[in-house]
């Protein structure tokens, strides 16, 4: 597993989130930065008003404040299925998405590991979908990257929307699939 930081437990995408509700410049995702583009992320960065309020938590917290509710989950992700962090490992960003086709959307989680290792679990909302588990995790430029191989899975805003979701992209940086946020929750 990557280590990205100790004590990771947030989004620093909830700033870039606002920051996207003004006239802001569109910020595109840069899934292949090198090592010295990626940026690590040492603490909960949200945005509250004017000020950035940095929060500090660890794995075993025993009761992790979210901000957002999704439906069906507990602080290690899904109740069912296999988008849920290991015993011990804290889910600190969960989201439900949608397709807007008659595809499934999908369930996703990033978790927090001891020793400061984030990967990231996620399937097709569907059952018997045997999900995905991503170790190769990062955070960049305000977004989540998960990447296997050639596929990148990014947590981060929907530019066209300006909405938080999902971007699956394939061989080449191709899109396959871009998946607006129906329900999120995140670790504060």
Same mark, same amino acid.
């Given at each position: 597993?990557?280590?990205i930081?100790?004590?990771?437990?947030?989004?620093?995408?909830?700033?870039?989130?606002?920051?996207?509700?003004?006239?802001?410049?569109?910020?595109?995702?840069?899934?292949?930065?090198t090592?010295? &583009?990626r940026t690590? /992320?040492p603490s909960?960065?949200?945005e509250?008003?004017?000020?950035?309020?940095?929060?500090t938590a660890?794995?075993?917290?025993a009761?992790?404040? @979210?901000?957002?509710h999704?439906? *069906?989950?507990?602080?290690?992700? +899904?109740?069912?299925?296999p988008?849920?962090?290991?015993?011990?490992?804290?889910? +600190?960003?969960?989201?439900?998405?949608e397709t807007?086709?008659?595809?499934?959307?999908?369930?996703?989680v990033l978790?927090?590991?001891?020793?400061? &290792?984030?990967? @990231?679990?996620?399937?097709?909302?569907?059952?018997?979908?045997?999900?995905?588990t991503?170790e190769?995790?990062?955070?960049?430029?305000?977004?989540?990257?998960?990447? *296997?191989?050639?596929h990148?899975?990014v947590?981060?805003?929907? &530019?066209?929307?300006?909405?938080?979701?999902?971007?699956?992209?394939?061989?080449g *940086?191709?899109?396959?699939?871009? &998946?607006p946020?129906v329900?999120y929750?995140? /670790?504060?």
């Amino acid at each position: 597993m990557k280590k990205i930081a100790p004590m990771v437990c947030g989004l620093a995408l909830l700033a870039s989130v606002a920051a996207c509700g003004s006239n802001d410049e569109a910020r595109p995702v840069n899934a292949n930065a090198t090592s010295s &583009e990626r940026t690590t /992320v040492p603490s909960v960065v949200t945005e509250t008003s004017t000020e950035t309020t940095t929060v500090t938590a660890s794995p075993s917290s025993a009761s992790p404040h @979210y901000v957002g509710h999704v439906d *069906n989950t507990d602080s290690r992700g +899904f109740l069912s299925g296999p988008a849920r962090c290991d015993r011990g490992d804290l889910a +600190f960003l969960v989201m439900r998405t949608e397709t807007g086709t008659s595809k499934p959307g999908s369930r996703v989680v990033l978790c927090h590991a001891g020793g400061g &290792e984030v990967y @990231y679990r996620g399937a097709r909302d569907k059952r018997g979908d045997k999900g995905i588990t991503v170790e190769d995790v990062f955070h960049t430029r305000g977004d989540w990257v998960a990447q *296997n191989g050639e596929h990148h899975y990014v947590i981060g805003l929907l &530019e066209d929307i300006g909405k938080v979701g999902l971007t699956i992209s394939g061989p080449g *940086n191709v899109v396959l699939s871009e &998946e607006p946020e129906v329900e999120y929750a995140y /670790v504060k």
